[in-house]
């Protein structure tokens, strides 16, 4: 070591109070840190001891680094320690001291780069464990060596950049990092670019990262990627190096204009067909496919003025498909030349070229085929009166053959018709009605009847084409109002209520409906005196007393009229119960027997009758009851055996007869007069042979029923005793004529007494068997 610098550390050393052993002297450097210098009238603060400094990855172990000393006590009698990370804190056993002679060692190789700094805390005792002196500290600085190389955050860096862009744009930055210290050239880092694969087109800022454009010429038609091999070194250039690879990539701009492959383009299409492809255009584009730079859209410039073809891009192959949108007609244009151009969905850049075919000609030939007859009028509406008779013409619905140099001939016919209500002419396509149409008929819609026609040519094969003929059935006045309700109830009090509100409903559709008019039948004028009627709105009319009247039922004659054209009307009966009213205007509840047309019988009277009526019952329901059953014990004594049901009374005797040609069983002249024959007096009555003789006698009188629960078995009596009585012909027993023979002179047995007409009955003797029986005697009985 240079003669001078040791003179100058050591004399540094001396003014520190301590000792230095350097690279070739053999004792450490001793460090006196608790010495002070005396000082006049005041004591000096202890030395601040300065960092240590130790290189890392130090291979001679273990290394002196310092020793420490106490003056207070003659050596060999103070104790030296250490504390703190490396020693007794991780990373442990890093530092050690010798206790009695101070000497601290480095026992591990250092990494800056895990810890760059030791802090210590060094103690001095005595032999009995006594502190001799304050802690102090010791900082031990690990001094940084370039043992770490440079390293990329990415192994690949990737851009994007557009072509043709101008130099000095900027594509991406590459980013390195060093774990060496920051401070010294160790991680002092420079970027540079090692190849790029083909003319110098990127550089790379050194300090930076960044990496932009130095040149013109970026085509991605000629290159897509461009590869960029990176390096970055340490100690500013010249230390370690790493490297990593930057994928730059050219986006796409329209620079380049779609060119169809031809100049002409020829194809055919059919005739009366829409929706079809006729061919396709192909084109070329040098641009990014799929991109909109790339993407054609095809315009028709010329040749077709009613708009009858349309071109659209397949996203696939960028070909244009011709299509036809709306029917071509052979007839008006046998060949279509179109005119159409290309070009990007995405603008041309200003200083791309143009393209040499931007434009082409498409020549499509028409083909003749059968076609379709067309109707004039399609859907055809017209209007007919309800109610028309069969045979009123409806329309005339003809069709026109579209193929007018083929000579064809149409027929008609009808499709759809669903109350066969029309007639179609086969060769005019005339129609007409068969019959009336019913208003009720299910498929009139909203007052529209709808009909499907069909019109054939007879080209082989033939075409059809289907007409819809929709008729509006036009409404006729042809049904009079009536009331809503022909009943209703009012006060006898004129001022009392509101009245009776009358309703009307018309059949007929509007306009001939309401508004109705209400009015007293003019045949009847005597009941405007007692009654009025005046409009309450344009279907109800309110019915009012003028003076008070008689509490009961009243039937008044209406006229309703409609405001049809021309108006119908109609003269109905109302029915009117007036009736005692409360306060409120309805009716007490004790005027109820009333509105069933009653007298006006007070409640008193009322009830009076009804007690006089049960009284009634009670004492005639033993009488009735006693006389009941004797009459049921004398029929079982008459007739023990005939009590089971009729058709096992038949059965019993297993005769049925033999029809008219059998005159054994029966006198057939008393099944067609069981009263005697015409001209012939009556005598004895014949017997029956199926019964016993010598047991007959006259049956006792029988009472009527007294109430209408003892009806049925009143005629269940009866007949019974009709059955079981020998001395009239067997009515009832039809069994035995189940067969009539052929040729029969008598009637039919379908009812008793069948040779009878209804004007021979005799009714008068239901009217003995109570009101309901005096109903069915005025219904057949003479009037």
Known sequence: MDAALLLALGLLAQSLGLSLELPGLRKPSTLYPWRRAPALGRVRRAWVIPPISVSENHKRLPYPLVQIKSDKQQLGSVIYSIQGPGVDEEPRGVFSIDKFTGKVSLNAMLDREKTDRFRLRAFALDLGGSALEEPTDLEIVVVDQNDNRPVFRQEVFTGRVLEGAVPGTYVTKAEATDADDPETDNAALRYSILEQGGPQLFSIHEHTGEIRTVQVGLDREVVAVHNLTLQVADMSGD??????????????????????????????????????????????????????????????????????????????????????????DYESCEQYDLKVAVQNEAPLQATAPR??????????????VNEAPVFQENPLRTSLAEGAAAGTPVATFAAQDPDTQQLQRLSYSKDYDPEDWLQVDGATGQVQTQRVLSPASPFLKDGWYRAIILVHDNASPPCTATGTLSIEILEVNDHAPELSSPSGSLCSEPDQGAG????????????????????????VPEQARNWSVSQVNVSHARLRLRHQVQEGLHRLSLLLRDSGQPPQQR??????????????????????????????????????????VILLLLLALPVALVAWSRQRSWDKGLLPGLQDDLRDNILNYDEQGGGEEDQDAYDISQLRHPTGTLGTPLGRPLLRRD???????????????????????????????????????????????????????????????????????DYTCLRDWGPRFARLADLYGPP
């Open 239 to 328: 230390g370690l190096t790493a490297t990593a690879l930057a994928i730059i990539t050219l986006e796409d701009v329209n620079d380049n204009a779609p060119a169809f492959t031809r100049d002409e383009f020829f194809m055919e299409a059919t005739e009366a067909i829409s929706g079809v492809d006729v061919g396709r255009l192909q084109v070329e584009d040098r641009d990014l496919p799929g991109s909109p730079n790339w993407a054609a859209r095809f315009t028709i410039l010329e040749g077709d003025p009613d708009g009858q073809f349309a071109i659209r891009t397949d996203p696939r192959t960028n070909e244009g498909v011709l299509s036809v949108v709306k029917p071509l």
């Open 355 to 368: 393209a040499e075919r931007g434009q082409a000609r498409v020549h499509v030939q028409v083909r003749d």
């Open 500 to 523: 009776l509100v009358l309703g009307a409903v018309d059949e007929d559709l509007p306009p001939h409906g309401a508004p109705f008019h209400f009015q007293l039948s003019p045949r």
């Open 571 to 612: 003269e109905q009966l109302l029915n009117v119960t007036v009736c005692h009213c409360g306060q409120d205007g309805t009716c007490l509840p004790g005027a109820s027997a009333l509105r069933s047309g009653g007298a006006g019988l007070s409640l008193g009277a009322l009830v009076i009758l009804l007690a006089s």
């Open 691 to 761: 019964a016993p003789f010598g047991q007959a006698r006259p049956p006792p009188p029988r009472l009527l029923p007294t109430s209408p629960a003892d009806i049925a078995d009143f005629i269940n009596d009866g007949l019974e005793a009709a059955d079981s009585d020998p001395s009239v012909p067997p009515y009832d027993t039809a069994l035995i004529y189940d067969y009539e023979g052929g040729g029969s002179v008598a009637g039919t047995l379908s009812s008793i007494l069948s040779s009878l007409g209804d004007e021979d009955q």
